[in-house]
């Protein structure tokens, strides 16, 4: 067998956690370090931080070391993420992100995504954005999809989740319990909102070969009985292309269904839905093998050769 | 743009046919070439083999010229195929083959396929065998839902397809109408059979890193009304991997459908199923631009990066 790839967890929320718990269950990848800038978190065992039983001998630090490859898992603007991709890659390190923007950089930071993809070039590592919304269930599938089509006419793709199914912090991320005023205040703020669908739609319309000038966005709130907010409904439409994403508390039938207007026209339905707790920790880690095989540069994932479980 | 990909058509059935009619639609691609061994077809022009309106001012030609990229719509035994695929590759042409074998050729033929890699290598040219089924629903789908997956227990995949609403080729070919002792000896004599599904199993095995030392196939008659024969139900099995088949003059409710045990659970269902008339040249040709910029080998439809619409 090969050697394993050696793997640093960069961030430690959530989904990074998750990940770096999945690492350490795959015998074809080695955790070997943990970064995080979170004073409470510097210094401990990662072990510890993981609520794992046991000690892992690796101490979170706030600098960066080396490895092969690295799980990135910080924040959700490309502006934001892509100093600390540029300092990973220039540390000779591959680098899966989950920062929502960097599914499809270029929607949004044409100029900061070619400098990255140079820098990736230059350094000889491939980098990537994924998740599994986005990228995967409203971006990657349904571009696979199109494969088996002669002709796309157009594209629609509804993702229904139960926020009442997940973690907390998705259920105050989706406004539940709100007061409608409330709600339109944090709208404001620009605290409640998914990030990325358009990326997702960006990512779509050029795998189509279509050129969308604009993506228009639109943020809705979704009631429960009592007046307050249950959460959101959030749709991207772009030429022939819509993207819906309904998330809130109750949301019946949840599932991610796919329409391909075309010759042949297609229908698919995940049904129940692909839970993102667990899919995007998990596509993160699984992607980590195309990317050390792939050419270097910043990617996307159709420019990766198929994932799928490592 | 970019100057279009000079392509051949390599065998005019219904498949060829279709494949190159669907080439002539798109921008990127340019047919420049027709071969074929049929003493009826060599010399006429291609436009008039197509049952187009107008000629193309190609003739259908019993010998392989030169162009950028090769579409193989010849056989179904990667025996058969392996030596057209190599002078293909001898002439520095890319190649997509709907030969059914070719989606795993490992799998019955590995020095054969070892040997076809290396002549690949050696000419720095890449070669695919895809198709709707093997090439797509029971294989490269399932095996890109698993990216989403911490841990895969097992994968069913069921595709239904009425065989009513297909070519009548399909038809004869899973024995509509016979009786059943007609049928088991066109079984016995191997011209009833859906060849490439342990080629999809094995390349879902592959995928999982997996070893299955054994695919077990199966192969049994459905019944009409009046007990004669409908059509077939196929079934592959190795390991924790079920590929069911089932095509049968008026099968019910026709799907592709795809569970995946694991963490998370996923089952997806393709309702109407994928029209394997349409969407095998459909792939065939949209998978081009994807062996154009791959590297050099036989490759499977996972070291490809991703299939899409061109």
Redesign the interface.
């Known amino acids: 067998m090969d050697k394993p790839i050696r793997i640093i967890q960069y961030g430690l929320g959530a989904i990074g956690r998750a990940a770096a718990r ?1 690492v350490l ?1 795959k015998k074809n990848l080695q955790l070997v370090g943990a970064v995080d800038r979170d004073p409470k978190l510097v210094g401990r065992d990662l072990g510890e931080v993981l609520g794992l039983k046991r000690k892992l001998g690796i101490a979170v630090s706030e600098k960066l070391d080396r490895a092969d490859a690295v799980i990135h898992c910080t924040a959700s603007k490309f502006e934001e993420c892509a100093g600390q991709i540029s300092e990973i890659a220039c540390a000779r390190m591959h680098c899966a992100t989950s920062c929502e923007e960097a599914l499809f950089p270029a929607l949004r930071h044409r100029a900061l995504a070619a400098k990255l993809d140079r820098l990736c070039i230059r350094h000889r590592v491939a980098a990537v954005g994924t998740g ?1 919304n986005p990228g ?1 269930v409203m971006d ?2 349904p ?2 999809l ?7 006419d157009a594209v629609r793709v509804l993702r229904v989740v139960d926020a009442g199914t997940r973690r907390e912090a998705l259920q105050r991320k989706v406004g539940a319990g709100l007061t409608v005023e409330e709600f339109r205040q944090r709208v404001k703020a620009g605290t409640i909102r998914h990030v990325g669908l358009s990326e997702s739609l960006a990512f779509v319309a050029d ?3 279509r050129k969308v000038r604009k993506v228009n966005e639109r943020l809705d709130h979704v009631l429960r009985a009592d007046g307050r907010v249950a959460g959101v409904k959030q749709v991207a439409r772009g030429g022939p292309l819509t993207l819906e994403l309904q998330m809130y508390v109750g949301a019946p039938n949840p599932r991610d269904e796919i329409h391909i207007e075309g ?10 839905g ?2 993102g707790d ?2 995007t ?3 993160l880690v ?2 980590i093998p195309r990317l050390v095989e792939a050419k270097p540069g910043l990617h996307t ?10």
Chains 1, 2 share one sequence.
């Open positions: 999945l269950e599994v995967f990657t599938l571009v696979l199109t494969a088996v089509c002669r002709r796309v795998a189509l070969g010759d042949p026209p297609l229908h698919l339905i995940m049904h129940g692909t839970p667990i899919a920790p998990a596509i699984n992607v994932m159709r420019t990766l050769s198929l994932p799928h479980i490592t």
